[in-house]
């Protein structure tokens, strides 16, 4: 396994996570911070989300606050660009991102997958790749109607601890979309069990990233 843990390979000091709506970062790669957060102690994670409102801020601040409870450094901002129109305001977005590649390096970038197909994700992560060009940077998977699910090629496999954490976690922090149709307890472990299955995961869950580009030394 390649050694994103290691002292001595490659090690992430500094994670930035990108999430278009509030519960993105938590259901894509919410186990996956939580794993790298116990395995180092001196990490910085910056977790921005774009489509923030007043009713849903709080749950926002709940769902990061509970998965960045092991970072050695955090911090959460909260936009309030308009769900579902991101590709139409793209100028006041791209701007954002352009103060935000010019502030920080992270090591490793959580994005969106760039062949989602909602809108507000695909924009998110065409602009990853806009603004840090020499980054690591995986694209996390997010269920939904469309079924735009893809064939990942990298996977983080959690401990049960982890996954259960992950799903308590998006389930009591975002009470205000447990009326929808997918947003159930079972869609967060189904998806990944079935990546647990891919990497052989001895727990039997994983979460699952597509990367594009890799600088190995
Ligand atoms: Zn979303």
Not at 33 to 53: E, G, I, Y
Not at 111 to 119: A, M, P
Not at 147 to 156: C, Q, T
């Amino acid at each position: 396994m390649f050694g994103l843990l290691s002292e001595t390979h490659a090690p992430v000091g500094h994670i930035l996570c990108l999430g278009a709506h509030c519960d993105d970062i938590e259901i894509g790669c919410g186990g996956t911070v939580l794993k790298l957060l116990q395995a180092r102690s001196d990490v910085r994670v910056d977790w921005v989300v774009f489509t923030s409102d007043d009713e849903r801020a709080p749950e926002a601040r709940a769902g990061a606050a509970a998965i960045l409870a092991g970072a050695a450094e955090s911090s959460v901002v909260l936009r309030e660009f308009r769900q579902r129109y991101l590709p139409f305001v793209g100028d006041e977005v791209k701007e954002f991102f352009d103060e935000l590649g010019a502030s920080i390096r992270p090591d490793l970038i959580f994005t969106h997958y760039r062949e989602d197909l909602h809108q507000d994700h695909r924009l998110l992560a065409e602009l990853t790749y806009n603004t840090w060009r020499d980054r690591l940077v995986l694209e996390y998977e997010i269920p939904k109607w469309d079924g735009d699910l893809g064939r990942p090629n990298v996977y983080v496999r959690l401990e049960p601890e982890q996954v259960e954490r992950k799903v308590e976690t998006i389930w009591e922090a975002f009470a205000s979309q447990r009326d929808k149709h997918w947003f159930t307890k079972e869609t967060f472990l189904a998806l990944m069990r079935l990546r647990g299955v891919e990497c052989k995961a001895p727990s039997g869950y994983a979460e699952a990233f597509h990367c594009r580009k890799l600088v190995l030394l």
